[in-house]
């Protein structure tokens, strides 16, 4: 009998409604847990114990009065600390953001308050998710669950460690070039990043807005459907957002690989993958292929530039989406204001920013300037619609393209942190799909000497359901969902 | 409404080209700004237009606030409004349009980027090319038009004094986000004059189109583009109302001449202009060319404009002042200055229908109009929409001097009041005793006191008939203009000729 901060989202809201336990004793387990942990793990910025507890409280009293509660009702969910919460702080790891509390809630947020999920805080991140080991916050690492010497991956660093410790029972992360997969494949959990469009930006604060998307990070595959099936659809506060009705994506899930066709794209196992890694992606897709699935391998060329073009555009749109922290409305301000508006402003953003946030706005002021805009950033589009379209014809012939998530195994704090070329190459098999706006699922895959593997599923635009359901099948025919790191 | 066809057409035989070899000495570029404030909300969130005289900071929101997280989100029918306003300036509306952030950091910008649009990089504005004809005493000019564009107003800076001297700066967001439809002209425009022409024949297309409500403060600014012959060109900013267009640019053209005759270089610059010292002055700011980074806005996707689009927005299309001229003159029969005169301002022409209307005799309302009434509005310094005067009493007013209640003179004298309280003319005319004067017995005791008291202007009137006017208008005088002037003329005929026996 697993405690109750060790159950699903599934089983929690089972339980409550079934009158075993109430929300109060779900949330109070999670709460537990977190002081239990915290200091070793780091995975919170923001805690809002007592306003969840009353939350809790409320949706207990609703049970009880026999009224009809929301789909989430009583789950602990944590969310990444670049999704504005109304009165509660919303920092991005960033000193720029330390006293920033926004006036409004994000679109997720009002649908999973809609759903009486409850909000128990705000999770630990690279500063403005400019990062893939969660090294850059301001407020500090996280530390890998699996090995607390190791980063737990990044941005969504917080996010991933707090589902993987039971510090929280659903999580919300952001994917810009793989800032949810990431830190899901390091920590051993699910996350997904939806098609781009499909779930609301608004309130999410931008990094690179043309790449984004808010998606759950879970304990298992079914957690994520349903966490999915809240925070999807259409919102016209979003101008990008798909005009795509709600749907159930716990409806998709069936044991089953029959007739799925799997591409594996040879440049998803590129030089620097690690050949642990590599075996036990080959070993999902054999296991898949037992429950009717078929594979072949294939190629996408213009991968090999995705890097690069990934990163001209995400440093280019954030160099202008952070030009906003000046430090005059919101945000950090130096003591003294002495001097004209452009030198407080300077001292703001100098003191404000961490060095890797600053080192990509330079280098994104820099592709957008005069004379350097054709090479780099315009460049960067065409080849975006490159590799767009080698996805496309990949997808005329293959259902789902599976590769390993990361190409390495979780890396230890300060490793690379010093060398930013050798961090950015760790998201060569993510950024591809960010480019092309596709979903893409990181599920877990396996161990090598103890540290977690994830495998990575990327589906045509909007077609989460193939995602989820191979996911599911792969979980369901394998135990790696019941391992859990030793510090629990 | 009135046929789409028939939008464009202007006199193209009686029309200037600009030739490049232009005689002027001064060239002068527009780029005006109108804001879209009949839209009644912000161009990309739901935030109030409405923002005159509103509390600072009180029409706000995530979005405009540029607050951490919020996204703008397109008014569409601000597209129906650009789209008309390309039309009537000739110009081609894209087929696509995008939306691109304009980066720099200046303190009226909440997200230090604006939303705009871009005419280079793979950016298309919402309208490109285009001409607007102008009268300039009796030539007709051709402006070219580079292009139309939709954008974001900034926040509003407010200073203590100037702004080179103010000790801090106060930002007023309810300003911030409003939709600015900007149209840029090519330096065709020869002098200040030409410059206020083209503003007042823009300004008339917007208010029929119904885009400008009204003369708001600020709803129509410009920044001009000034350089004499083979000179440097120097931008001047902040010319935030109408009236200063002419103002600024004289003062700036007499600047650049004087730094010429002293063998001075002018330096290319932007220099703003100060409404209260009346001069531009140079803003020290670094003098490189600035990088705006220009790049797509993410947020927002490309729109497609659609040919049916275009021709729904044609079919919508109110009668434009072109249009509206010929048919004062062909409907009216109005003289083509009389037209002109009216329809420069939507609301004089309004009045003026309006008035014929109720009172079919076209060309005497217009007369009143263009002479009394216009001359009335300016010497107080109000425009029509300012004064409470309806067409129903200025009817009336023309209906008592015909009813013969009053004399046209004392009718100049009551259209001020009307002018001013609104009252209608025959209460005027009863709280100040103003009712013609014709009967004989009346007026016969006041011919007898002036025959008496001017007994020499008697003696020339009886040697010369040229005379009699003095005594005419010594009566009129007398009786403070009441008297009927007919009746007037011919009692003091009658006295004269009964002192010749
Ligand atoms: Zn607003």
Redesign the pocket.
Known sequence: MPKLHELTAKQTIQKIQDNEVTAQECVQAVFETIHKLEDKINAYVTLVEEEALNKAKEIDRKISDGKPVGKLAGVAIAVKDAICTQGILTTCSSRMLQNFVPPYDAEVIERIKREDGIIIGKTNMDEFAMGSSTETSYFGPTRNPWDTSRVPGGSSGGSAACIATNEATLALGTDTGGSIRCPASYCSVVGLKPTYGLVSRYGLIAYANSLEQIGPMTKDVYDCALFLSVIAGHDSKDGTSVNVEPKDYTKCLKNNAKGLKIGVPKEFFGEGTNEAVEKQVWNAIHKLEERGASHEETSLPNLEHSLATYYIIAMSEASSNLARYDGLRYGYRVDKDDGDWATVYSKNRRDGFGAEVRRRIILGTYALSAGYYNKYYLKALKVRTLIRENFTEAFKKFDVLIGPTMPFPPFKIGEKIQDPLALYMSDVDTVSTNLAGLPAISVPCGFTDGLPIGMQITAPPLREDLTLQAAYTFEQNTDYKTKKPAIN | MVNAKHLNSTDKNNVTEMSTKNQNEVRIGLEVHVQLTSLKT?LF???SSDYKGKDPNS???P???GIPGALPVLNANSVDYAVMVALALNSKVSECMFFFRKNYYYPDMPKNFQISQYDQAGGVPLAVGGFLVIDVGTKRKKVRIGRVHLEEDPGRLVHQGAIDTSPYTLVDYNRS?IALLEIVTEPDLDSPKEARIFLQKLRSILEHLGIFAGRLEGSIRCDANISLTGGTRVEVKNISSFKEVERALSFEIMRQKNLVKKGLSVKHETRHWDESRRVTISLRMKEKEHDYRYFPEPDLVPITITEDFVENVKEKMPELPEARISRFVDAYGLPQYDAEVLVSDKALADFFECTVKLYDKPKEVSNWMMGDLLRNLNENNLVLTDCKITPEHLVEMIKLIEEGVISGKIGKRVLPEMVLTGKQPSLIIKEKGLVKISSRDALEGIVEQVFSEHPSCVEDALADENAVHFLVGQLMRATKGKADPQLANQLIHEKLESLKK
């Open positions: 912000k969130c739901g935030c029409l706000v929101c979005v405009c606030l986000g």
